[in-house]
């Protein structure tokens, strides 16, 4: 043991222990702190909810911003997302036809094409192009300010930083997800209709028939669940990690990538989770 | 900016609420239109879906609403039909399949399965029907809304056509066994292998013998083209024309014997008659009896002769 080892005071130092006893801390301790690191993640992050909703009081504070917020996480994203919707729509729609064989009526290409927009591609890729264009910048305004020490001003301020920064960008991430999902949806099935009947022999009865199949309002209500629990994520993951940035500019680029990842990550994992309790209702 | 920004949010949350109430309507209830429900009841498993088309004599006039499990084999279906459509009274519903692969769609025909009665048929239905002759009933009366449309017979379903389908796989099944057993376990094809081989070999015999005939073929015809190249042309005219010579006599040969063949049967043709010696001889019976008679005599007398012979021999010698 090097020279700069020193346990902490009131514990014994390791190296009095026997030989055989020093294996088998040396095997255990790891595992204890990774233990220890995991729940301290875990409660931490439930100390950060906690502050949410206590913020949540503190109406005066975050309404007029999080309007702001609205504007700059939905209104501001919807070109791409828009953009994102068109070409999924039209490639979805396109590539159904390109698939059909004879036998086969047109109408399965708008019911392949609806099923797909709206029970999946719609809600998953707007949740995931969001993540990169709203997430990031949610992380790394919060981390910049974490670290520049605008958070500690705010608290010496007698602000609420939480109720300042956090619970506008939750809410306007809760909200504006679904919007935009919805807005997703339709220009998706738009796009995918307007490319098949200008392109292909499909002709728009037979889109807007297959549109009709089998539809109940409940897929677009699974849409936005899911969307809902989509912004919910990527709002909550994003400001938690730029509010715990540490150590300069590295941390806030650190910061910024690990809630990108975390963020798509448990986004695919709440679509598998939808998708496994609420499917079976979709049947018609 | 503050208020441009709530201005902006507002539009948006508005557009979007909007899009989704009523593009969410437009998917379920083909737009805003009115509609009213009717009733049907089919068997079950007949594959019906909320938001099939409902067909009248072909054309769109709703769609499936609801499909419940009735638990006495039915599927009850409610119908959802445009207002500004009217069912015939005579209708009745079936379950049709839409394409190969298993899609419905539930058609009402006027109808329904019987020809219109003759007391319905009015004149100018007589005239359309002369005319087009596709007017097939023209409804007086119709269904109210809530009503329930009659069951028709469905058409053979896909299900029945590959039922149908599988049995005759089953029998080709058992065709193909039967031709496996006999070809492959009992050894036929192992015969028929033998066969083609020995055919084969019988052919290369063939080939290999007619080869051989046909170069001594060319051989003799070569031979035979010298033989008639040393022939002198001379010598064959003078055969010919002894040859002709010789047909010449044969042919008076031929015109004396059949003169003399005439002249045989003329003799013969006597003969038949009866007429000369040898007709007598030859047709007349008397003359077998005489000579009958007197061989019996001749015999009696022979044999008396040889009993007796000393009454009619007398040989003295001295």
């Given at each position: 043991m090097s020279a700069a080892y020193y346990p902490e005071p009131g514990r014994r130092p390791t190296?009095?222990?026997?030989v055989h006893q020093r294996i088998a801390m040396s095997f255990f301790r790891p595992i204890g702190r990774w233990t220890a690191a995991f729940f301290a993640q875990i409660g931490s992050r439930v100390y950060f909810l906690v502050d949410i909703f206590r913020a949540l009081g503190e109406v005066r504070t975050y309404v007029p911003l999080t309007i702001t917020q609205m504007r700059k996480i939905g209104v501001d994203s919807l070109p791409l997302a828009g953009i994102v919707a068109a070409f999924i729509g039209a490639v979805t729609a396109f590539q159904t036809t390109y698939q059909l064989f004879p036998?086969?009526?047109?109408?399965i290409v708008g019911w392949i094409t609806r099923q797909s927009i709206i029970l999946e591609l719609a809600p998953l890729l707007t949740a995931l192009v969001l993540a990169g264009r709203v997430g990031a910048r949610m992380t790394a305004e919060i981390g910049t300010m974490r670290v520049t020490e605008q958070i500690d001003a705010l608290e010496t301020l007698a602000y609420d930083p939480v109720a300042y920064l956090v619970v506008p960008r939750v809410i306007a991430g809760l909200t504006m997800m679904p919007l935009l999902t919805i807005m997703a949806i339709a220009i998706g099935i738009v796009a995918g209709g307007i490319t098949v009947v200008v392109a292909t022999e499909v002709r728009a009865i037979d889109y807007t028939t297959g549109l009709r199949?089998?539809?109940?309002?409940f897929q677009v209500y699974y849409a936005l669940i899911k969307a809902t629990l989509f912004g919910m994520s990527i709002s909550l993951i994003c400001s938690y990690e730029g509010y715990i940035t540490e150590t300069g500019a590295e941390g806030v680029g650190r910061s910024t990538a690990r809630a990108v990842v975390i963020s798509s990550v448990v986004i695919l994992l709440l679509d598998a989770l939808t998708a496994l309790f609420l499917a079976p209702k979709l049947a018609p | 900016m503050k208020r441009r920004d709530e201005v902006i949010v507002g539009v948006f949350v508005t557009i979007a609420l909007l899009v989704g109430v009523f593009g969410t309507l437009w998917l379920a209830r083909r737009g805003l239109s009115k509609s009213y429900p009717m009733y049907a009841r089919f068997d079950w498993g007949n594959n019906l879906k909320v938001g099939q088309q409902v067909l009248l004599a072909g054309v769109q006039?709703?769609?499936?609403d609801k499909v419940e499990l009735n638990p006495s084999g039915y599927l009850d279906v409610t119908l959802s039909i445009d207002k500004d459509r009217k069912i015939p009274e005579r209708a009745t519903a079936v379950v049709q399949n839409?394409?190969?692969?298993g899609d419905k769609s539930v058609a009402l025909?006027?109808?329904?399965?019987a020809p219109p009665p003759?007391?319905?048929?009015?004149p100018e239905m007589g005239a359309a029907r002369a005319g087009g002759?596709?007017?097939h009933c023209h409804p007086s009366a119709f269904l109210s809304p809530g009503d329930t449309i009659p069951t028709g017979k469905a058409a053979p379903s896909i299900d029945m056509i590959l039922g149908r389908v599988d049995s005759m796989s089953g029998a080709l099944e058992d065709v193909v066994q039967t031709v496996r057993i006999s070809m492959v376990e009992n050894g036929g094809i192992d015969d028929l292998r033998k066969t083609i081989a020995s055919t084969n070999e019988l052919a290369q015999e063939l080939t290999r013998v007619a080869a051989e005939q046909s170069k001594g073929l060319s051989l003799t015809l070569a031979s035979l083209r010298r033989t008639a190249n040393a022939l002198d042309s001379a010598s064959l005219d003078s055969t010919v024309q002894n040859m002709q010579v010789a047909t010449e006599n044969l042919a008076a040969l031929t015109s004396s014997l059949q003169s003399t063949s005439a002249r045989l049967d003329n003799v013969m043709a006597k003969v038949e008659t009866g007429d000369g010696t040898m007709g007598r001889l030859l047709n007349d019976p008397g003359v077998y009896n005489e000579l009958r008679k007197s061989l019996a005599r001749l015999d009696s007398l022979l044999a008396d002769v040889k009993a007796n012979p000393k009454r009619y021999i007398n040989v003295k010698v001295f």
């Open positions: 190296g009095n222990f026997p036998g086969i009526q047109f109408s199949l089998t539809f109940i309002p | 006039i709703g769609f499936v839409e394409g190969f692969f025909h006027p109808c329904g399965d003759a007391a319905q048929v009015t002759g596709e007017a």
